[in-house]
Nanobody
Framework: QVQLVESGGGLVQAGGSLRLSCAAS????????MGWFRQAPGKEREFVTG????????RYADSVKGRFTISRDNAKNTVYLQMNSLKPEDTAVYYC????????????????????WGQGTQVTVSS
């Protein structure tokens, strides 16, 4: 069974940085696509970024390009989201997601494109 556990959220001032981690277990993740989504109060869950674990291709939402960076550590089975130049509008619960290899190598930007989800971690950016 795939398990995803996020950590690293918190309260930060605008312009600051945070690094989120997603520890993955239960599989070998080399063929998986990993994604980060976020959900603000009263809004739908939206795609932030994703990475194909095996070939390291990445994709970013326009709203975070140049500020956020996704990466993975094979030895630790962990995906990271480095968030810089944070803005109040980045405030949300951030979720890690995984897409099984049998569904294709592309990085989906929709929630239905992922099979497994973490519990989420809160990020709050104050102005």
């Amino acid at each position: 069974q795939v398990q995803l556990v996020e950590s690293g959220g918190g309260l930060v001032q605008a312009g600051g940085s945070l690094r989120l981690s997603c520890a993955a277990s239960g599989r070998t993740f080399s063929g998986y696509v990993m994604g980060w989504f976020r959900q603000a109060p009263g809004k739908e869950r939206e795609f932030v970024t994703g990475i194909n674990w095996g070939i390291s291709t990445t994709r970013y939402a326009d709203s975070v390009k140049g500020r956020f960076t996704i990466s993975r550590d094979n030895a630790k089975n962990t995906v990271y989201l480095q968030m810089n130049s944070l803005k109040p509008e980045d405030t949300a619960v951030y979720y890690c997601a995984a897409r099984a290899p049998g569904r294709g190598p592309f990085i989906s930007i929709t929630t239905v494109g992922y099979d497994y989800w973490g519990q989420g971690t809160q990020v709050t950016v104050s102005s």
